[in-house]
């Protein structure tokens, strides 16, 4: 027997390949197959199932084509419905392969069809739990993703605290944990950086299994939860209805084209010039109205949060050698519509004669030395991370929700932006930028930077509690 986890950093996401005299199944995979076929064929074994825990909504799983091209039949658990051939398993139905078996455990609440998948040895002993979005390690996942539900988040989270309690907890201690999910992803709200886990340890340290009170774990899992973003809901759609074949996607999106070809393209397409470099780099030169969302960051998930429709044509801008790669992860989203790349970069593009752009960036050092009450400061981190420290008398601006918040701001006034570590400053300052925003300035650095200076900070407290102020000690954790 093998279990193996293939994980995803920049999705947070976790896939897993077990094998077993010579068969093999795969659960949650993503949308590219050839890391499951070449892992099968490496073993010299045959792709029986594809477990799929819930209708993943924060990427396009990889079932439908791995089920093509593999023969291997697509199993969901109880209450799924789908528009392409696929095997709704009952609660406690089994499956064979090899010597081992998957148990489908129905553990409704995350969604109503997540299920979780109890692999039972040879020996028919428990040995590991493929939990899906229902439990991750600290954590359990978010209630308000179903699919057309007339449910509430409320019910939802009663229905998940039974899961746990009557169909999870009931499992030895010495079961591992394998969820879908680690720190980064947005399906919960306090994950750990860890994969895995025994399920005694998370029965101790896990809030959402220590917890026995049903109001209680309703109130806790329902308090503090920020807006899915807007593309969770389409990529839920696509995982239920299909969705185009990866080689189609990928053949159309790696094209290379000249200056004048994405020219006509932004001009007849409505295509967005996506810029996906590092920070400094785009700040330095970038063709005009670009956006940067730099592969190097958490990208598909802000593409994902801040590019609206998935159809939407995208032409890119990327680091040489990096453009197969760049249409790859936006496929795992959903964005299917990338009709090519610049070829040479922004070298070629300037070489072909063509306007350049910039974005001014300054040091948090001479940031300090400018800094004044009557300066438009933008932090756009998370609301989490602003009230854990923030700089004195700034309010929060998250670029989470740009397209509500641009609006109320006068173009015509100069903004300095910041986030953690400069990432999401350029996100922000490249999209104001394009929608006419011209006086920007970044804060190279971040709010990491930042505290290394004499600008004054505080924490966010409750009225009745004193602010405590500079300096303290803050972790900017994942986020860029």
């Known amino acids: 027997m093998l279990v193996e986890q293939i994980y995803t950093g920049c999705l947070a996401q976790g896939a897993y390949y077990i094998s077993s005299e010579?068969?093999?199944?795969?659960i949650d995979p993503l949308r590219e197959t050839n890391p499951y076929i070449s892992r099968a064929q490496k073993d010299n074994v045959k792709i029986k199932y594809i477990f799929e825990t819930h209708f993943h909504a924060d990427f396009v799983s990889g079932h439908v084509d791995l089920s093509k091209k593999t023969g291997a039949q697509i199993v969901f658990g109880p209450n799924a419905e789908t528009s392409y051939q696929s095997y709704i398993a009952k609660d406690g139905q089994e499956f064979?392969?090899?010597?081992?078996?998957?148990?489908?455990?129905?553990?409704?609440?995350?969604?109503?069809?997540?299920?979780?998948?109890?692999?039972?040895?040879?020996?028919?002993?428990?040995?590991?739990?493929f939990t899906g979005d229902t439990l991750f390690i600290g954590d359990v996942g978010r209630p308000d993703l179903a699919i057309k539900s007339a449910l509430t988040q409320n019910d939802l989270a009663a229905?998940?605290?039974?899961?746990?309690?009557?169909?999870?907890?009931?499992?030895?201690?010495?079961v591992i944990v394998y969820p879908a999910h680690g720190a980064g992803s947005a399906c919960g709200k306090n994950m750990s950086k860890e994969t895995f886990d025994t399920l005694g340890n998370q029965k101790q340290k896990n809030y959402a299994l220590v917890i026995n009170s049903k109001a209680d774990f309703v109130k806790e899992l329902t308090t503090g939860i920020l807006p899915p973003p807007q593309y969770f809901a389409k990529n839920a759609m696509l995982n239920k209805n299909g969705y185009s074949s990866f080689e189609e996607v990928m053949q159309k999106g790696n094209k290379a084209l000249n200056a004048?070809?994405?020219?006509?393209?932004?001009?007849?397409?409505?295509?967005?010039?996506?810029?996906?470099?590092?920070?400094?780099?785009f700040a330095k030169e970038h063709i005009p109205n670009s956006i940067f969302i730099g592969i190097d960051g958490q990208f598909a998930p802000w593409v994902g949060a801040l590019i609206t429709d998935l159809k939407q044509a995208l032409i890119l801008v990327s680091p040489?050698?990096?453009?197969?790669?760049?249409?790859?992860?936006?496929?795992?989203?959903?964005?299917?519509?990338?009709?090519?790349?610049?070829?040479?970069?922004?070298?070629?593009?300037?070489?072909?004669?063509?306007?350049?752009?910039?974005?001014?960036?300054?040091?948090?050092?001479?940031?300090?030395?400018?800094?004044?009450?009557?300066?438009?400061?933008?932090?756009?981190?998370?609301?989490?991370?602003?009230?854990?420290?923030?700089?004195?008398?700034?309010?929060?601006?998250?670029?989470?929700?740009?397209?509500?918040?641009?609006?109320?701001?006068?173009?015509?006034?100069?903004?300095?932006?910041?986030?953690?570590?400069?990432?999401?400053?350029?996100i922000t300052a490249s999209i104001l930028k394009a929608r006419g925003f011209n006086k920007l300035v970044d804060i190279?650095?971040?709010?990491?930077?930042?505290?290394?200076?004499?600008?004054?900070?505080?924490?966010?407290?409750?009225?009745?509690?004193?602010?405590?102020?500079?300096?303290?000690?803050?972790?900017?954790?994942?986020?860029?």
């Open 320 to 426: 040489v050698g990096r453009e197969e790669e760049v249409v790859m992860r936006l496929s795992r989203v959903g964005y299917d519509n990338c009709l090519g790349y610049v070829n040479g970069g922004i070298e070629a593009w300037k070489k072909a004669g063509k306007k350049i752009s910039h974005i001014k960036s300054i040091s948090a050092e001479e940031f300090s030395t400018c800094i004044n009450p009557n300066l438009n400061i933008l932090d756009v981190r998370k609301p989490g991370e602003y009230q854990a420290h923030h700089i004195k008398d700034v309010k929060n601006q998250p670029l989470d929700f740009i397209n509500e918040w641009t609006n109320s701001f006068d173009k015509n006034k100069e903004y300095h932006i910041h986030c953690a570590g400069g990432y999401r400053s350029m």
């Open 96 to 129: 064979k392969i090899g010597k081992i078996t998957i148990k489908v455990l129905h553990t409704p609440g995350h969604t109503l069809e997540s299920s979780t998948y109890l692999l039972l040895d040879e020996n028919k002993k428990p040995y590991c739990i």
């Open 444 to 480: 190279a650095g971040g709010f990491a930077a930042i505290q290394k200076t004499n600008i004054p900070t505080t924490t966010f407290d409750c009225p009745s509690q004193k602010k405590s102020e500079k300096k303290l000690s803050w972790n900017p954790l994942s986020w860029f």
């Open 159 to 174: 229905m998940l605290f039974d899961s746990l309690q009557k169909k999870i907890k009931s499992l030895p201690d010495d």
């Open 22 to 26: 010579g068969e093999a199944a795969i």
């Open 260 to 281: 004048n070809e994405v020219e006509e393209l932004v001009n007849n397409n409505d295509a967005i010039i996506l810029d996906v470099r590092k920070p400094l780099e």
